[in-house]
């Protein structure tokens, strides 16, 4: 599948086209648009949260609910569209540091920055988080699962021993009542972190760096469950699936760093130490006791729980404003500010979900078809039949 997005921050609405996606799947609207209110979720968000309501128009590529094949186009209709139509501005001449203003403009040969924002404001990701749902869709049908919580924010981080055991390569919340319980911990929580001794220190430091003008960061822990070995290939550069699921995470933004598996710690560990030992039992197959890897050796999915970290820088926009220059005077001015998140760590892990779900649909179709649900499940099965008698 390849997808693209188009549209403005506050225009009328913001567009995906979904192309080559697979005919045969079951399309689940509500779902859809439980993942779009999932990315607005989160304490510390902005005011534009509250004005929108995100939900998924589907004109084409459907069929009394059942993909045809054809592309999907999708629109995600903007509520503040209304009351930007008419708004007069004068044009915004002090770049922010740390967004794609200073660059946009002189990049385009723009003369306001609003004409930048509109289009590298972070609102097109609930575009992606529709793609993304998708893939989901498709990826559910194999019992392979996405899912997120937040690790830290600014300098807290959450303590991960009650729940270490619980994330695991054969995570079904569908399934298992523990890993369901295990979900519903982050869903309900406000930061979507599984930690509650964590989470009211975090929402104290939202709140103490909100007063002050300033925004926050973090980091997010992102898993892929269920998958079978062998999806990506080692035999040419662009292939190896770290490398693209690395690209597609980079590409949120605030994203500053992606890390699989043991992360920070691969260099220091002795090879000895870092490498994954492996063993086989009849019913098991091959497999790991531990995951250092996070489930990627070889740029292919080893059959272990794919596990990765972001880090995610503050939001640019900051109240206290930062120094800049204005770009027509060329004096020293503050950076502009306007309504902003203080910390969109939360969303980000939702978006970084729907990313990876979409660079596995893409890995599962690349091995067992492009086409048609059902095509694709012959040859996941047959290839599951291959690896298990080897
Ligand atoms: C966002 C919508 C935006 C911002 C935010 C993300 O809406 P507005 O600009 O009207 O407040 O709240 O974008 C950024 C913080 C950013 O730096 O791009 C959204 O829908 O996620």
Request: hydrophobic letters at 40%; glycine letters at 8%.
């Amino acid at each position: 599948m390849i997808f693209l997005t188009a549209g403005e921050s506050h225009g009328e609405a913001l567009s995906v086209i979904l192309s080559e996606y697979p005919a045969g799947v079951n399309i689940d609207i509500e779902f859809i648009n439980r993942e779009l209110f999932r990315r607005q979720l989160g304490y510390g968000r902005g005011s534009r949260m509250q004005i929108e309501a995100d939900q998924v128009k589907i004109l084409s590529g459907i069929k009394d609910n059942i993909t045809t094949g054809a592309p999907i186009a999708c629109l995600i209709y903007n509520n503040d569209f209304k009351n930007w139509v008419d708004k007069k501005q004068e044009p915004i001449t002090n770049p922010r540091p740390g967004h794609a203003d200073l660059s946009g403009l002189l990049k385009y040969h723009l003369s306001n920055i609003r004409d930048v924002i509109e289009r590298s404001s972070a609102r097109e990701t609930a575009a992606r988080v529709a793609a993304g749902a998708f893939a989901k869709l498709f990826l559910k049908n194999f019992d392979i699962f996405t899912f997120s919580f937040v690790e830290q924010i600014g300098n807290i981080k959450i303590n991960q021993n009650s729940f270490k055991n619980i994330i695991n390569k054969n995570f079904n919340h569908f399934k298992n009542k523990k890993d369901l319980e295990f979900i519903n911990r982050i869903e309900n929580s406000p930061i979507r972190c599984p930690d509650k001794d964590a989470e009211s220190k975090i929402i104290d430091l939202i709140n103490q760096v909100s007063q002050k003008g300033d925004t926050l960061g973090g980091a997010v822990k992102i898993f892929a469950s269920g998958l079978p070995i062998g999806l990506g290939s080692y035999t040419q550069w662009d292939l190896r699936l770290d490398a693209i699921i690395a690209k597609s995470l980079i590409s949120i933004p605030s994203v500053k760093a992606v890390l699989f598996g043991a992360g920070e710690r691969s260099a220091e560990l002795l090879g000895s130490e870092f490498h994954d030992e492996i063993f086989y039992e009849r019913q098991k197959g091959f497999y790991r006791k531990t995951n250092n890897a996070g489930g990627i050796e070889g740029g292919m999915t080893n059959g272990e729980l794919i596990e990765i970290k972001i880090l995610v820088k503050p939001i640019p926009t900051t109240m206290k404003g930062l120094q800049t220059i204005d770009i027509k005077t060329k004096h020293k001015s503050k950076s502009f500010k306007e309504r902003s998140d203080i910390c969109a760590v939360p969303s980000i892990g939702v978006i970084a979900e729907a990313m990876l779900a979409i660079d596995l649909l893409n890995q599962m179709q690349k091995k067992f078809g492009m086409d048609n649900l059902e095509e694709i499940t012959k040859n996941f099965n047959n290839y599951k039949k291959y690896i298990n008698n080897i």
